[in-house]
């Protein structure tokens, strides 16, 4: 077998399959020259918010932005405390010392990599002022059972959907009850970076909610805390969405299902060829859950070793996350000790996202799953069965 390279993700392929829908939008926006909140910016606030089931949608700067921007109007005084998980991207707890705040981290379940209620629930203390969900590699994290705990408690629970556009869970109840990423948080985040599920030509991100005052709220922040121009009635920051990105992204957002479609049918035959294997641990999917697989994130034994293994061969890999953040040097000050959040450091040891993006091809598929299997002396080369 030809050691064929596959990339863990190929923004190029994807370019080259929607270009023709892509440059023509762009390129009306460049002849129109409204480069700051045109029409194109609003049209998407109201796509994303009409997939997402909330009514506003808020354009902004980038996904860290999105957390910031809801984080800024909490008005955080210091020593307030915002429970964060510490295994998931840095923006996620450095957005809340940006606000003010401080963060505390509880550890992260086994099996979905995500925040549970029981971890939430020790951590909270009076002065708990807000709860990040993050819904880690596109899963939603058990959100009914944290909104009943965070309603009990008076506390919002902010969404960082950064990685699960458009992931549903069932909510259960009577004929079940689909909600979305987004749709039931008091406030939730949203990333356009280019290798996001839905990613635009540079940063780009955008706040969801159902709350009308807040969306008010978030909208004066991004523009210098006024709507009207040079009249700040509050503090106020530069945080919009260019026009250029959100065409784009309204280019590409039709083709969104279907990629989401095809990551995870990548994902059930990845895992279907790793169950029999011994070592291999694919990543659980609640039954709870349709995921969207921003990232497909195994459990592997040797992972440095397979890492070197597939990079060797020319199939990209990357490990999401190195190290857990309450461990992190930004946050040495909170006096964290290595071994405090067992789960959240296990996975920074063990995990390794391998390529699941859309326009992977079966044969590149069989080459990253031969190669994985190999490095563990199973059947790898040949043999493969057909999707
Ligand atoms: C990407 C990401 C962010 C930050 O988004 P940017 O657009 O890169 O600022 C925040 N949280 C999570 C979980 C992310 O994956």
Redesign the pocket.
């Known amino acids: 077998m030809s050691a064929r390279p596959v990339p863990l993700i190929d923004l190029q392929a994807q370019h080259a399959a929607i270009r023709d829908v892509v440059m023509p939008a762009v390129q009306a926006v460049i002849e129109r020259q409204q480069f700051i909140m045109g029409p194109e910016v609003r049209d998407l606030e109201s796509a994303i918010a009409r997939l997402s089931r909330v009514p506003h949608g808020i354009g902004c700067a980038?996904?860290?932005?999105?957390?910031l921007l809801p984080l800024r109007a909490l008005d955080l005084r210091p020593g307030d405390e915002v429970i964060t998980p510490a295994f998931?991207?840095g923006?996620?707890a450095t957005a809340v010392h940006n606000a003010g705040g401080t963060p505390v981290f509880v550890d992260v379940d086994r099996a979905s990599f995500n925040v549970t209620p029981d971890a939430i629930e020790v951590a909270m203390t009076p002065r708990t002022r807000a709860i990040i969900v993050?819904h880690?590699f596109g899963q939603m994290a058990p959100m009914e059972e944290i909104l009943n705990l965070a309603e009990r408690k008076s506390v919002p629970v902010l969404e960082?959907a950064?990685?699960a556009i458009g992931a549903q869970r069932n909510f259960g109840g009577r004929g079940g009850a689909w909600r979305r990423a987004g749709e039931t948080g008091w406030a939730a985040?949203l990333?356009?970076?280019p290798t996001?599920n839905l990613g635009c030509w540079g940063?780009?991100?955008m706040i969801l909610t159902r709350d009308d005052g807040l969306a008010e709220r978030l909208r004066r922040l991004r523009v210098h805390g006024g709507l009207r121009k040079y009249f700040h009635e509050e503090v106020g920051t530069n945080s919009r969405l260019d026009t250029i990105q959100a065409a784009v992204l309204l280019a590409k957002l039709p083709f969104l299902e279907a990629w989401s479609a095809a990551r995870r049918r990548h994902a059930e035959w990845y895992t279907d060829r790793f169950s029999a294997q011994g070592d291999v641990t694919p990543p659980w999917v609640d039954p709870a859950n349709e995921p969207i697989f921003?990232q497909y994130t195994i459990r592997a034994p040797r992972r440095d070793e397979l890492l070197q293994h597939l990079t060797a061969r020319g199939i990209g890999c990357a490990v999401y996350y190195p190290l857990a953040l309450h461990l992190q040097p930004c946050f040495a000050h909170l006096g964290h000790r290595p071994g405090s959040l067992p789960e959240a450091e296990a996975a920074t040891r063990e995990v390794l996202s391998l390529p699941v993006y859309p326009e992977l091809t079966d044969a590149q598929r069989e080459a990253v799953a031969s190669a994985v299997l190999e490095f563990y002396g199973g059947k790898g080369v040949g043999g493969g069965r057909k999707a």
Do not use: Y
């Not at 980038?62 to 957390?67: F, I, K, Q, R």
């Open positions: 980038s996904g860290t932005d999105a957390l998931t991207m923006a996620t993050v880690l960082d950064a990685q985040s990333s356009f970076f996001k940063d780009g991100g921003h």
